[in-house]
């Protein structure tokens, strides 16, 4: 509920103006995004990678309305993927299928993954597909099947929400590559999503159990919850295979430091780009204590 009301303010156009239109509103934007540009991305890349951690790395949009707009997130991707293999960075990209074309276009979102994924491939990277709301779940799953079929290097993002997800991880776990556990960030009906938090924890849990009893894939477990990272790395006790633990930039860095130094594999999902506010919003409505600060920044006090 809170979540719901969260979004409602943020997507006004009004909160939107006072946010982006300030400066106070991007510099607070910036404890999770690293910045507007690719070299800013890279730069904090660069310091996370030599704290020891991992990177992924998202070049922010989503839901582009005309197949330019997705041809150009493809370029950005690919210039992305050129300066990770440049500056040598033990660094991956997170794409949003939507930002691509799907919805709109999905021959033409297909044939950008296929061309991330490919050229991900030339430069011994990967690429991790996110999931978005539900009514796009299994359009993002069958074109995630049919790339990672192709190129091999691709994972994709499982929310612990959904009620179809149990189903979905048994039929992608034969494909390979890595498989992202998350609770799920969209606001969804109850005939798709679990409601209760409790519920939608105890199939996180039981979500990283089956990933983390096989070696086809390489699990992904990504949340800032200790009550579901103990569990974690308890399910991990008989695994030889690598798996990481996942984070977002800016949210609990001193646990993402702990992590490391206790021997994990941590990656941090890393933003950047101009389009950064809908992804803002989302952070905000997890943790209403973050809007509490950005309200107090806004209004300088
Ligand atoms: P929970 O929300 O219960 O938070 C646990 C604790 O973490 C809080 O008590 C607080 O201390 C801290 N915390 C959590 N969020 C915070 C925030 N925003 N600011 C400050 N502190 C915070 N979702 C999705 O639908 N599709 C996707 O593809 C992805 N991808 C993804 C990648 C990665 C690397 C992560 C970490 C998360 C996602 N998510 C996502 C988002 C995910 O679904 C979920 O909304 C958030 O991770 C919050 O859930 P937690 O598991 O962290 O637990």
Known sequence: MIRSAVLAITNRSV?????TDTSVGRSVAHRFVAGTELSEAIAVAETLNAEGMKVSL??????VTVVEEADSARDSYLECIEAIAEHGLDANISVKL???????DNDAAAGNLDAIAASAAK????????????????TTVAMYEAAQKRHGNLGIAIQSYL??????????????????????????????A???????????????ELLMSTEAVKPAIATHDDDRIVPAIAASA????????QMLYGVRRDRQAELVADGHDVRV???YGEAWYPYLTRRLAERPANLTFFARALVGK
């Open 58 to 63: 998202d070049y922010l949009g989503e839901h």
């Open 163 to 192: 009620h179809r997800s149990w189903s979905d991880v048994e039929r992608l776990i034969p494909l390979g590559g890595h498989i992202r556990i998350c609770k799920g960030a969209y606001v969804e009906p109850v005939e798709v």
């Open 15 to 19: 909160t939107r103006k006072l946010v």
């Open 238 to 245: 008989e695994r030889s295979a690598p798996w990481e633990f």
């Open 98 to 104: 939507t930002q691509l074309g799907m919805g709109l």
């Open 123 to 138: 430069h011994g990277t990967t690429v991790t597909v996110d999931m978005e709301e539900s009514a796009h779940t299994e």
């Open 194 to 208: 679990i409601q209760s938090g409790r519920d939608i924890d105890a199939s996180f849990d039981a979500l990283t």
């Open 269 to 271: 999902y890393l933003p």
